[in-house]
Every structure is written in structure tokens, then in C-alpha cells.
């Protein structure tokens, strides 16, 4: 049985950082892709950042330069370091995993097998 446990959201200042990670287990870490999704109240659920089997990374506009997504095989661990931190960043953050290996698969909900249950990041201003 596969399952994502995300930690490490919380409540910070506008500038401020987080990091999220995301604890897989059940699952061959390694060969699928994964990703960040987050949906703000009466919004649809946007992709934020998926990461490929080999390594290669995928951004949403709206956070390129500011977040980074990273993988550590050795700890089945997601994580995303989110700094530069504005308020309309506010959201519930999602873990996602695929059964496929390519980044551009996870930026597609569609091609998502496997959701975690979320973690709350409120931005002040």
C-alpha cells in the first residue's frame, strides 16, 4: 500500500521560507515521478513543481526561481524548499506520485496515481 506523508507546513511572513517534505513509503521511490500540487480556497488544484526519474525538474511560473524541488532516493523523502514566500503562495500542499517516469507526466493531475493528505502554508503579508 503506497502512502505520502507530507510535513513541514506551518505560518510565515511574507519573505519568509519553509521547507515541505514528503515521506513515501510503499512505493519505488526512484523510477516514477513526483510532485507538488497545492489548491487555495475556491480554487482549482495547480501543479507547483514535479521532479522526473532522472533528476529533471519542472516549475510552475509563478514559483520558478523561488522554489526547488528535490529528491532523496536514500530516505524515500520529496521535499520542497519554498523561499521568497508571498501571500498569494497560500495554500493546502499536496505530494503526488506517479506511475510514470517523466516530470512532464506529474504536472498533469490526470497521470497521478497517488496523493497525500496535505499540509497547510499561510502567508502573511
Known amino acids: 500500500q503506497v502512502q505520502l506523508v507530507e510535513s513541514g507546513g506551518g505560518s510565515v511572513q511574507a519573505g519568509g521560507s519553509l521547507r515541505l517534505s514528503c515521506a513515501a513509503s510503499?512505493?519505488?521511490?526512484?523510477?516514477?515521478?513526483m510532485a507538488w500540487f497545492r489548491q487555495a480556497p475556491g480554487k482549482e488544484r495547480e501543479r507547483v513543481a514535479s521532479?522526473?526519474?532522472?533528476?529533471?525538474?519542472i516549475y510552475a511560473d509563478s514559483v520558478k526561481g523561488r522554489f526547488t524541488i528535490s529528491r532523496d532516493s536514500a530516505k524515500n523523502t520529496l521535499s520542497l524548499q519554498m523561499n521568497s514566500l508571498k501571500p498569494e503562495d497560500t495554500a493546502m500542499y499536496y505530494c503526488?506520485?506517479?506511475?510514470?517516469?517523466?516530470?512532464?507526466?506529474?504536472?498533469?493531475?490526470?497521470?497521478?496515481?497517488?496523493w497525500g493528505q496535505g499540509t497547510q502554508v499561510t502567508v502573511s503579508s
Open positions: 521532479i522526473g526519474s532522472g533528476g529533471t525538474t
Open positions: 510503499g512505493y519505488t521511490y526512484s523510477t516514477y515521478c
Open positions: 503526488a506520485a506517479s506511475r510514470l517516469a517523466l516530470a512532464t507526466f506529474c504536472q498533469n493531475p490526470s497521470f497521478v496515481h497517488y
